[in-house]
T-cell receptor, first 113, second 113 residues
Framework: DSGVTQTPKHLITATGQRVTLRCSPR?????VYWYQQSLDQGLQFLIQ???????AKGNILERFSAQQFPDLHSELNLSSLELGDSALYFC????????????FGPGTRLTVL | GENVEQHPSTLSVQEGDSAVIKCTYS??????FPWYKQELGKRPQLIID?????GEKKDQRIAVTLNKTAKHFSLHITETQPEDSAVYFC????????????FGPGTSLSVIP
């Protein structure tokens, strides 16, 4: 157990819908990262937050947005869902910035039908 | 943009043999190079990392080497065991004008008993 929690574990929804994925980082970690992993694919970096502020952006679609709250938990919002958005979404956290070990959560499996 | 290449994409070795995975990166400012292991259906976990001020680091059967001039680094696993079978991701991170870690596409390692 890495100490990072993600909810829900599984999510099944329809095209065009909107969903919210939630992540709680390890106690004391200030950075939160979001990744998308499609079937048999690598880890695609989406976005990073540090102590409530956006720090870095990857290949995140405009239909996706995220935020980090004062208690440091983070939410990833996915809207106008398409079939291709079906993937495993990982959240990770680190003590400071990206030059430190990232601890990954168990992931949220999103299926868009 | 920033890029991390990783080879080979798949690797099969006999139990007891060594395995080597190689990565190259494009951003010369990169200074932190972690390796993550992802077993089937599980979250990625850090197995070893190296910073730019050292050329090699070992942890039991695992070692990583870094050549900053050539901008490549490698993972070496000796005396492989079936439980080493997993997908391995290399990554590179820097703290210049941006702050994010770029992952390689992954290497699927199979250790044949």
């Amino acid at each position: 157990d890495s100490g990072v929690t993600q909810t829900p574990k599984h999510l099944i929804t329809a095209t065009g819908q909107r969903v919210t994925l939630r992540c709680s980082p390890r106690s004391g970690d200030l950075s939160v990262y979001w990744y998308q992993q499609s079937l048999d694919q690598g880890l695609q970096f989406l976005i990073q937050y540090y102590n409530g502020e956006e720090r870095a952006k990857g290949n995140i679609l405009e239909r996706f947005s995220a935020q980090q709250f004062p208690d440091l938990h983070s939410e990833l919002n996915l809207s106008s869902l398409e079939l291709g958005d079906s993937a495993l979404y990982f959240c990770a956290s680190s003590v400071w910035d990206s030059n430190n070990e990232q601890f990954f959560g168990p992931g949220t499996r999103l299926t868009v039908l | 943009g920033e890029n991390v290449e990783q080879h080979p994409s798949t690797l099969s070795v006999q139990e007891g043999d060594s395995a080597v995975i190689k990565c190259t990166y494009s951003d010369s400012a990169s200074n932190y190079f972690p390796w993550y292991k992802q077993e089937l259906g599980k979250r990625p976990q850090l197995i070893i990392d190296i910073r730019s001020n050292v050329g090699e680091k070992k942890d039991q059967r695992i070692a990583v080497t870094l050549n900053k001039t050539a901008k490549h680094f490698s993972l070496h696993i000796t005396e492989t065991q079936p439980e080493d079978s997993a997908v391995y991701f290399c990554a590179a991170s820097s703290k210049t004008s941006y702050d994010k870690v770029i992952f390689g596409p992954g290497t699927s390692l199979s250790v044949i008993p």
